[in-house]
T-cell receptor, first 113, second 116 residues
Framework: DQQVKQNSPSLSVQEGRISILNCDYT??????FLWYKKYPAEGPTFLIS?????DKNEDGRFTVFLNKSAKHLSLHIVPSQPGDSAVYFCAASPSGSARQLTFGSGTQLTVLP | DAGVIQSPRHEVTEMGQEVTLRCKPISGHNSLFWYRQTMMRGLELLIYFNNNVPIDDSGMPEDRFSAKMPNASFSTLKIQPSEPRDSAVYFCASSFQQGLSGNTIYFGEGSWLTVV
């Protein structure tokens, strides 16, 4: 039973346009959400996070939106760059607990030059 | 600043052999995690240590898997005997504290295991 779902295994976007990656969760106890980026042959690296007390968090070109009623979050990348091509993992945790962090299956983003 | 260091990066072994994966967490971090990534199940937590003590091993798939953390700077994940279905990328990760607020988990580059 997947508690964190990334239903799009892949996404292609033109350079300069917006990339929108989506994530749904089922566990209402989740209150802390993160996005990780993973390049081939490397480990995942932290990108951005959001607490359930917020509905938006922005860091440069990256913005995460949280819709608690829909149990949905999304990552927006504007403008997209070829270097953003990677696998993006959504993750969620109850009470901000690191050991209870649950990951989605990932979305491969390809930014076309 | 050195990140989480894992070895070996790649391992190909025959079914039935023992496999030992090694991890050196970031200095000063007191939480250590072993994850496994597969196509079918994505990233899943196998075991979590805090202050060198195994706190949660509910993700360890079966008795063939074991993990140790003899000191704050070293951990091992052992599979004995290995089976083809154990083929995956195994990630070690560490964090400074147990909570995620203002904190994050740092991953190593992974150990790619192939059991033939």
């Amino acid at each position: 039973d997947q508690q964190v779902k990334q239903n799009s295994p892949s996404l292609s976007v033109q350079e300069g346009r917006i990339s929108i990656l989506n994530c749904d969760y089922t566990n209402s106890m989740f209150d802390y959400f993160l996005w990780y980026k993973k390049y081939p042959a490397e480990g995942p690296t932290f990108l951005i996070s959001i607490s359930s007390i917020k509905d938006k968090n922005e860091d440069g070109r990256f913005t995460v939106f949280l819709n608690k009623s829909a149990k949905h979050l999304s990552l927006h990348i504007v403008p997209s760059q070829p270097g953003d091509s990677a696998v993006y993992f959504c993750a969620a945790s109850p009470s901000g607990s690191a050991r209870q962090l649950t990951f989605g299956s990932g979305t491969q983003l390809t930014v076309l030059p | 600043d050195a990140g989480v260091i894992q070895s070996p990066r790649h391992e190909v072994t025959e079914m039935g052999q023992e496999v030992t994966l090694r991890c050196k967490p970031i200095s000063g971090h007191n939480s250590l995690f072993w994850y496994r990534q597969t196509m079918m199940r994505g990233l899943e937590l196998l075991i979590y240590f805090n202050n060198n003590v195994p706190i949660d091993d509910s993700g360890m798939p079966e008795d063939r898997f074991s993990a140790k953390m003899p000191n704050a700077s070293f951990s091992t994940l052992k599979i004995q005997p290995s089976e083809p279905r154990d083929s995956a990328v195994y990630f070690c990760a560490s964090s400074f504290q147990q909570g995620l607020s203002g904190n994050t988990i740092y991953f190593g580059e992974g150990s790619w295991l192939t059991v033939v």
